[in-house]
Nanobody, 113 residues
Framework: QVQLVESGGGLVQAGGSLRLSCAAS????????MGWYRQAPGKQRELVAA???????NYIDSVKGRFTISRDNTKNTMYLQMNSLKPEDTAVYYC???????WGQGTQVTVSS
């Protein structure tokens, strides 16, 4: 069974940067489209960015130009580079594949104004 472990969150001032990592166990990572999701307090979880096995990417409009999703299939790891962070980016960030895998514990990102 695939396990997902997110890391790299923290507290940062507005305008700062963070790099999140998602480590996946199992041997299906390299063939699945993966995504970063986030859930802010009182809000539904939303897909922020996705990346196909070949490296094609998609982003929601609010993070375009600020976030970059990437993956290393040899390490079963996915990343989210977040620049120019805003208070509205505050949330728990999760990784998953079309919401089909068991959810990890997530990593908290807090952006202060």
């Amino acid at each position: 069974q695939v396990q997902l472990v997110e890391s790299g969150g923290g507290l940062v001032q507005a305008g700062g940067s963070l790099r999140l990592s998602c480590a996946a166990s199992g041997n299906i990572f390299s063939i699945r489209t993966m995504g970063w999701y986030r859930q802010a307090p009182g809000k539904q979880r939303e897909l922020v960015a996705a990346i196909t096995p070949g490296g094609n990417t998609n982003y929601i409009d609010s993070v375009k130009g600020r976030f970059t999703i990437s993956r290393d299939n040899t390490k079963n790891t996915m990343y989210l580079q977040m620049n120019s962070l805003k208070p509205e980016d505050t949330a728990v960030y999760y990784c998953n594949s079309r919401s089909e895998l068991p959810w990890g514990q997530g990593t908290q990102v807090t952006v202060s104004s």
